[in-house]
């Protein structure tokens, strides 16, 4: 059975995000959430995001709350934020892979890819 994971570094600082929340939304059709997580001291969701029998093919969306997390981190910097949600859509086409979606991020750009 395939699986999607995930973490988010922070390139400003060097180090993992760490109580960064990220939803999980299926994007196929109507626009359903499908779960809520925190990233943990490395940075990670402590197991998959989605796995098992919940795990199919189609297009999800990962929401990054980024702003919350940069708030926290930078308390003196200027509102309003130039990042805040940021919204990662994506499609599993194969149920068998590992799908890893993993975000580096900074106060004002982050970039993504499909890891392994």
């Known amino acids: 059975m395939g699986r999607l994971t ?3 570094l922070d390139t400003a600082r060097g180090c993992p995000a760490e109580g960064l929340e990220i939803e999980l939304w299926s994007m196929d059709g109507m626009e359903v ?3 809520s ?4 001291s490395d940075g990670r969701i402590d197991g ?6 919940a ?4 297009t999800y969306e990962l929401r990054f709350h980024a702003g919350a997390y ?3 981190s930078n308390p003196d910097i200027a509102e309003p934020l ?5 919204p990662i859509r994506f499609g599993i086409g194969e149920q068998d892979s590992h799908y890893h979606v993993p975000l580096l991020l900074s106060p004002f750009g ?3 890819y499909r890891g392994s």
């Open 6 to 8: 995930t973490h988010v």
């Open 37 to 40: 997580h925190k990233t943990n």
């Open 82 to 86: 130039f990042l805040d949600v940021i």
């Open 55 to 58: 795990f199919k093919c189609g």
């Open 110 to 112: 982050y970039s993504t």
């Open 70 to 72: 940069v708030r926290l």
């Open 33 to 35: 959430k499908i779960s």
């Open 48 to 53: 998959p995001i989605l796995d098992g029998e």
